[in-house]
């Protein structure tokens, strides 16, 4: 049985030529005949397509222009994938994490995050609410106040990068996620409300997953299935050089890349792949990356207290930038139950953030968005099957208290 999720258009229209044959006349040649068949496979896997992607139908007998003969086969062959919802739980601000049951047991997290309509970048550090949070709403995803809505997907079971400061590197890698399991997230948080935007910035690095996530992005933007914009889509990665240089040619979707640190000591410290590839290394692939138009390259910068926070790193990123395309997302790092590393005070962030600005950058600094149910950047992780981690880590049996204190 195959998985339909796992299929491009292209996948899906080899699949259906030997069942797309048509009445040819004695008079055509060989290969008029197989560009008929050809053609007719691409119309059925368009409507397929519609049926599954825009239309949320997943019983091929409720797929009526299909012929009968077609219906039968697909009911043999090709299963639409369905996730299972383990648990979910929305945030103060709006902010909606799931997790969810793979068929192995295994789980996995993903996040709508929305953005309202008169939310400004600067709003990071206006009104009663915590520094850097999500402002307390009321609203559910469904409403019609936002603006934007993004999924935050996963593309792996843990992460093998073992960063310092991410609660998903804790539980180390269990394993890579099929293209199916990927875009089955999509689809699924779509179900549940119309998302605009798809950032790859869950649990685990994609470009260690280069080739289902790759052909994730190839159904994500295709215009018959779930259609988003190249640029709604944006693919963040710690730094794993020879697959960022490889994915500017197979796909065109946004880069992010996380820094982290100005130093090649500092940020070994704290991200172990910068051993093998580093700085130097990192942003010599950024500037080859092919970038379209007004394309620019995402820098996140998580920002650490006492370790990359100082004046004298914002001018080494100055220096480090120069020449690429590029803005700045500073990060106020999510503090998570067990963590080692500390937020930095507002103070130093809006100094941080200033001098960068001062120079023509354009640094801003991210929202944290589902602090209050480990939702944030850097606070995903898989609490069952094989998970890995000490005591000290706690998320979902938590959250699930609305404590952070006791364990339910």
Known sequence: MIYFQSLTKND?????????????RSDQSEEERELKVKKRAQYRAQQIFHWVYQRFVTDWDQMSDLSKDLRSWLK????????????NRQA????????WDLSDSKTIESVIIPAALQEKEDDAFDGDAPAYAGRPVGEGVT???????????????????????????IQGL?????????????HELRRIAPITNIVFMGMGEPLHNFENVVKACEIL???????????????????????????????DVSLAISLNGTTDEQRSAIMPVNKKWNIEALLDACRKYPLGSHRRITFEYVMLKGLNDSLEDAA??????????????????NEHPGSEFKRPSDDTVRQFQKYLMDRKLTATVRISRGQDILAACGQLRSIFGT???TERHRDWKVVATGSLNTVS
Not at 92 to 98: A, S, V
Request: positive net charge.
């Open 12 to 24: 899906l229209v080899e699949l259906l030529k030997p069942l797309s044959q048509v009445k040819t």
């Open 221 to 251: 933007l295709d215009q018959d299935g779930l259609n988003f914009s190249k640029r709604k889509v944006t693919i963040s990665t710690s730094g794993l050089v020879p697959a960022i240089e490889e994915l500017g040619k197979r796909v």
């Open 143 to 169: 409403s019609s106040k936002w603006s934007r809505l993004t999924a935050c997907i996963s593309s792996q079971v843990g992460c093998a990068m073992a960063c310092k400061f991410c609660l998903t590197g």
């Open 174 to 186: 269990d394993r890579h996620l099929q293209a199916y399991e990927i875009v089955t997230q999509v």
């Open 387 to 389: 998970a890995r981690g």
């Open 92 to 99: 103060l601000d709006g902010t909606h994490k799931f997790l």
């Open 316 to 333: 080494r990123l100055v220096q480090l930038t120069r020449g690429i395309p590029s803005k700045l997302n500073l990060i106020p790092f």
């Open 76 to 87: 043999d062959n090709v299963e639409v994938y369905r996730l299972s919802e383990r648990l």
